[in-house]
């Protein structure tokens, strides 16, 4: 059982840069391939960055990619995602998820790869 919790979400301005975090409890942390997901009102929650178990590996989003960094600290079992110039279409809540099995396969883009799910943080970029 791993519980994640995001934070770091808030409202920016086009242009700014933003860190999530997403802080998980026990200590198989770095057994955990972690994801990030977001969902903008209206829409389906969908794929923005993918990181596997050591960090060698990384996946993002055509929509994030040159922009967006997602990062990991296995001592602090934090996962981050570093936001820069951000856009209005940014705006969603973000969400952070585990693969206990720390796979990070071939379909590490749906959420079904997924068994442990934080609550998410708003994130808003005005038109």
């Known amino acids: 059982q791993v519980q994640l919790v995001e934070s770091g979400g808030t409202l920016v301005q086009t242009g700014d840069s933003l860190r999530l975090s997403c802080a998980a409890s026990?200590?198989?942390?770095?057994?955990?391939?972690m994801v990030w997901f977001r969902q903008a009102p209206g829409k389906e929650r969908e794929f923005v960055a993918a990181i596997s178990r050591s960090g060698g590996r990384t996946y993002y989003a055509d929509s994030v990619k040159e922009r967006f960094t997602i990062s990991r600290d296995n001592a602090k079992n934090t996962v981050y995602l570093q936001m820069n110039s951000l856009k209005p279409e940014d705006t969603a809540v973000y969400y952070c998820?585990?693969?206990?099995?720390?796979?990070?396969?071939?379909?590490?883009?749906?959420?079904?790869?997924?068994?442990?799910w934080g609550q998410g943080t708003q994130v808003t970029v005005p038109s």
């Open positions: 026990g200590r198989t942390f770095s057994n955990y391939a």
């Open positions: 998820a585990a693969d206990s099995r720390g796979i990070l396969g071939n379909y590490y883009y749906r959420e079904r790869s997924y068994d442990y």
